[in-house]
């Protein structure tokens, strides 16, 4: 019972990554987003061909589940997940204007793609393939989505460190003049 908690609520991990950089970096938070951050067009198109291949698996996925009777519903559950959050995130492109707004969307987008990797994951793991190959291969997509996921935040920290180093340093300039 403990297990299948885990298993079902991993793709809100991204969302708690994502909360503690909100919070340490809250004040930038509240900032509306330029047009350029803002590229609603490049989002909605990224996140129309990942909620198109969410669905298409979803689809699939259930299909052969109904037929063939195996034990799919962990990658049903996690492709029904994956289409959910981009279609979020897909509407979340339309209204977003501060700051937080895209990091919220960006957490939603995040937790889509962890569920595309678990909805893989989880069909290695049928009896079907080898125990050793489930391992390895479940590894090294988790070790990718990871990586990529620490890379992203890593830059977006760095990113609202610089900008909150920039406005301090024009705060105290202006107190200094004033």
Known sequence: MCAEIILYSTPILPLFSRAVLCLWHHEQMKEILTEAELDQEAHRSHILVLAGFSFTGLLAISVLDATLRKDFHFAVFYL??????????LNLQSYKARRWHDQFATAIMDSASLSLILAIVSILYLP????NFS????????FVWVTDHVIRLKIQWTYLSIRKGGKEHDRQKTQGTA
């Open 135 to 142: 391992l390895g291969s479940s590894t090294l997509a988790l």
């Open 128 to 131: 079907a393939f080898n125990p």
């Open 80 to 89: 029904l997940v994956s289409f959910l959050c981009y279609f979020f995130a």
